[in-house]
Each structure stands twice: as C-alpha cells, then as structure tokens.
C-alpha cells in the first residue's frame, strides 16, 4: 500500500512556541490531504481539509489562525500549531488521498505526539 | 453524514473469527462503508471497504448485506496481535468529503 510519512514523530516544546509538523506521501501524488487531532483513548478527530494549492477547509471549532495548514505539492502538506499551550498536547495525525472522492483509499501516518509543557 | 454505531469492545480468543458489526441506518445511495485498523500512538491502517454484498482481501472479509443499513467485518483466525481498535467509516457520498471516525471497537484478543 501507498507510504505516508510524518515528522517529526514527537516533540516537546514550550508554551508560546509554534511546532511544525511535516506530513508526506511517499509514493504517490496527494491532491487531498487531512489532519486529525486525537486525545488518549478516543478517536480521531478531523481538524481540516486540505487540497493542493488551495486553502484548507477547517472544521467547526477548529481555529484556522491557530493551526495553519499548507498543501503547497502533491507530496506535502504541513501543520503549523502556533502559540502552542498545554491543552494543544496531543496526537496529530495526517492522511491522504491521491484523488478526491471519498470512496478512495485515505492512507495515514505515523502520527506525530506533540505535548506542550 | 451517515453514523455508525458500533460496540464499544469486545473480546476474543486466539485461533478464533472475529466478527464486528457496524450500523449505519442512513447510509445514502453513494456511500462506501470502510474500516480501519489502528494501534496505540500509529495512524489507522486501512483493512477493507466495500459498497454491497461481499468484500475479501488477504486480511478480512466485509459482509454488506441487501439495504446496506449494517456491515460486519470478519477476522479469520486472530492472533493477539490483531488487538487494536477497529473504526467502521461511512463516506457521505458528496465529492471531496471525508469520512466522519466513530468511537471505534476495542477489540482484545487473549492467549
């Protein structure tokens, strides 16, 4: 199956800071990308849409200023969590999907375990 | 978006099927019904999807029946390494929507 890379896997950082996450599709063109959030024993949650070269589409409640997404290729799209806090610590995890229907196959990463001291 | 209800765990044995239903009573005329398998701290792993009657691949089978209101997904012979939580996803049909991850089934499977 398709390989979807994410990095870092983990990070730690301070409150105030901003933490980029990459998240890659190994071997093959992506034309819509997704980010999930996931909390300790409960499921994912989609944080926004993204396709490639147009702006992401964010759920509701989710605050677009604060974690800023960018789908610039078909290969990468990145997940910017600015003025990270305590409450931002949590498991974020990308997909993707070479087109857009949805009866195609989203591939996921690794996840990427943020926690903000 | 069409809901999915699923039980919340359940527990198996090695050696044994496993089967896992899902409901999904307004599941609309486009809709694809998908599971996915995930483990502690790594991305869910796709395992099937399918739109009627049968599915199988090297890993389970998907069993859709005629009204497509349930599906079950059925593991054949688990070992303890099919523990994991198994999320049931119904696509909405409209071009370029995302499926919607219900609570998931715990599944445990004991020597």
């Known amino acids: 199956g398709a390989v979807v890379s994410q990095h870092p896997s983990w990070v730690i950082c301070k409150s105030g800071t901003s933490v980029k996450i990459e998240c890659r599709s190994l071997?093959?063109?992506?034309?819509?990308m997704f980010w999930y959030r996931q909390f300790p024993k409960q499921s994912l949650m989609l944080m926004a849409t993204s396709n490639e070269g147009s702006k992401a589409t964010y759920e509701q409640g989710v605050e677009k200023d604060k974690f800023l997404i960018n789908h610039a290729s078909l290969t990468l799209s990145t997940l910017t969590v600015t003025s990270a806090h305590p409450e931002d610590s949590s498991f974020y995890i990308c997909s993707a999907r070479e087109g857009q229907l949805v009866q195609e196959t989203q591939y996921f990463g690794p996840g990427t375990r943020l926690l903000v001291l | 978006l069409a809901k999915t209800t699923q039980p919340i765990s359940m527990d198996s044995y090695e050696g044994q099927e496993v089967n896992i239903t899902c409901s999904h009573n307004n599941i609309a005329t486009n809709d694809y019904i998908t599971w996915y398998q995930q483990f502690p701290s790594q991305g869910p792993r796709f395992i099937i999807q399918?739109?009627?009657t049968k599915v199988t691949n090297e890993v389970a089978s998907l069993f859709i029946p005629a009204d497509r209101k349930s599906s079950t997904l059925s593991l054949p012979r688990v070992s303890l390494s099919d523990t994991a939580v198994y999320y049931c996803?119904?696509?909405?049909?409209?071009?370029?929507?995302?499926?919607?991850f219900g609570p998931g089934t715990r599944l445990s499977v004991l020597p």
């Open positions: 996803l119904v696509g909405d049909g409209n071009y370029g929507q995302n499926f919607v």
């Open positions: 399918g739109y009627k």
């Open positions: 071997d093959f063109q992506a034309t819509t």
